[in-house]
C-alpha cells in the first residue's frame, strides 16, 4: 500500500465505524421504547385477597387515599368455668368464698352476658408503605344475674337481675408500616397507643341477697373504659399465589401504669393464623384460628365489692382457643368498586379461665368499608 493511500483509508474505516454505532444506537433506542411500551400497556398488580374481618394491620389504604369502615360485633357469654372445667352455678355459692370475707361465700353468679360493640374506624395512606389507623367504639352489655338468698351457702335462688352498661370504649390510634414486599410475601409492623377515653366508674343495681335492690359501681368487665395508657404493638406475615392466600399475626395490649382507681388489666397477647380462597375476583372466604392469653387485674377498685366473682380481680384472664370462619364480597358486583362487605362468626374450642368465670359461648360480627 503505497504512503499517499494511508489517510483515505482510515478515513474510510472511521466512517464505517460511526455508521455502524449510529445503527447499533437506533436500533437499541426502538427496542426500549418498545419496551417502555409493553409495561405501560402491562396491566398493574392486582391488591392482594383481603384478611380476615377480625383482623388489625393487614390491609393497608394505598398513599394518598382513605379507608373507612363501621364494624358490628356481637358476642355471648354463658356458664361457669375454673380452669377449663365448668362448674354450676350452686357450686360457686357453697364453695367460693367472698373476696372482702372470706368466711363467707359468693351469693351472685351471672347467668348471661351479651355484648355489642360498635366501631368505626379511619385509615389513611401517608406513603405506599404508612399507613395511620384511628379506631372509635361504643360497648353495650346486658347482664342477666341470678342472686342466692342469705351470705351463708345455702342453695335457694332468691331471684335474677337484669341490667347492663353502655359507653363509648377507649380510643386507639396506631401505625401500620410495611417493610417488606414482594409479589407473594408482605411483611408489617403496626404500634398503637390506646387512650383512656371511655369510662370505668359506670354504676348498675342488682338484687342482694337480703331482697333490697342495692346500685354500686358496676364490675370492671362491665366497665366501656379502662382508664389506663396501653401500648399495642403487633406484626403481620401475609402470602398469595393464586387464589390462594394466608397469614400470621401478633397483637398485644400492655398497659402502662394503673388507672386513677387503683388498677390496671393484666398483659393481653393474641397471635393469629389464617387462610382464605379467592372464588372469583371480590369473593374471598376464609378460615382463621385465634389464640389468646389474658393475666389477672393488678390492684383493686375500692368502689367494686359484689358477692360475685366478677367483684374479684383475680378471677380474670385466662387462655382461649378459637375458629372464625369468613368472607368479604366486594361491591363490584353491585357497581362500586370501592366498597365491600365483610362477615366473620367464630367459637371457642378451648378455654382455661381464672375462675369461676364465665365462659365465652361466640362472636360474630359485620364491618361495611370503604375506599377514599
Known sequence: MKKGQQPQSRAGSLAALTLTLALALVASNAEAADITAADKNKPAASPPPPAPMGLFGVDMPAAGKFALSLTAQFANFSGQRIGARGVSSDFVVATVPYLFNPTQTLRLVPQNVALA????????????????????????????????????????????????????????????????????HRFQLNLGMSFPSGSNEQTFTLLQPNGTYATNRAFYALQPGAGTYDLMPGAVYAGHLGQWSWGVSYRGRLPLGSNPEGYRWGDYHEANGWAGYTWIPGITTTLRIAGSTLGTIRGLDEEIRGRAPAANPSFY????????????ISGKFVGYENFSIAIEAGLPVYQ?????????????????????
Open 317 to 328: 384472664g385466662g387462655q382461649r382457643i378459637e375458629l372464625f370462619g369468613g368472607a368479604t
Open 117 to 184: 360493640v360498635q366501631q368505626l374506624g379511619v385509615a389513611y395512606g401517608v406513603t405506599k408503605d404508612f399507613a395511620l389507623v384511628v379506631n372509635a367504639q361504643m360497648l353495650e352489655r346486658n347482664l342477666d344475674m341470678l342472686t342466692y338468698r342469705g351470705l351463708g351457702r345455702s342453695t335457694e335462688r332468691l331471684g335474677m337481675s337484669y341490667t347492663g352498661t353502655d359507653g363509648f370504649g377507649d380510643l386507639v390510634a396506631a401505625g401500620v408500616y410495611r417493610i417488606y414486599q414482594d409479589e407473594i
Open 352 to 372: 382455661n379461665l381464672n375462675g369461676p368465670q364465665i365462659a365465652k359461648n361466640w362472636q360474630a360480627g359485620l364491618s361495611l368499608r370503604l375506599k377514599i
